[in-house]
């Protein structure tokens, strides 16, 4: 189910914590689906009863890597991780800095974080959620930007 608004998604957080269920989080674009996002998303399943995908914004994304980025705009790549099996909620963030988003996930205040290695860092740190690092299996192979450049390759 896509939730586009924020305190709608605090009240399901709420609802299920209330009943012992684990809920987690990742953060992230999802731009272009491959065999990592669906590895991923099962090992979250693994750890959380609910998982919750927070599509990165279209303006963030850009900030973050460029005016190329992301190929499909946030609605869309909502509704294909919508599609995911072991995605139970997903959420338009449209949070413009890290902050705003940090922010947001304060409010909400979910049990698990899930991060990528790389990204772990202290501004994650907080007393109510656990950071739960998930590799990303085979990175190299199963990136959207070596995705992207492959196609380019291919019609040049």
Do not use: C
């Amino acid at each position: 189910m896509i939730i586009s608004n924020k305190k709608k998604l605090k009240q399901i957080i709420d609802r299920n914590q209330k009943q012992n269920k684990k809920v987690l989080i990742k953060k992230g674009v999802f731009d272009i689906i491959h065999p990592g996002h669906i590895y991923s998303i099962r090992q979250f399943k693994k750890f959380a009863d609910i998982v919750i995908i927070f599509i990165q914004s279209s303006s963030l994304t850009k900030k973050e890597k460029g005016e190329k980025k992301p190929i499909n705009n946030s609605k869309q790549r909502a509704k294909v991780v919508d599609g995911i099996k072991n995605v139970d909620y997903v959420y338009m963030d449209k949070s413009k800095s890290m902050e705003e988003s940090l922010s947001l996930l304060e409010y909400l205040k979910p049990d698990i974080i899930a991060i990528v290695k790389k990204r772990k860092t202290k501004k994650y740190d907080r007393p109510y959620w656990e950071l739960k690092e998930f590799p990303d299996k085979n990175k190299q192979i199963f990136s959207t930007s070596n995705i992207i450049n492959k196609i380019i390759k291919k019609i040049s």
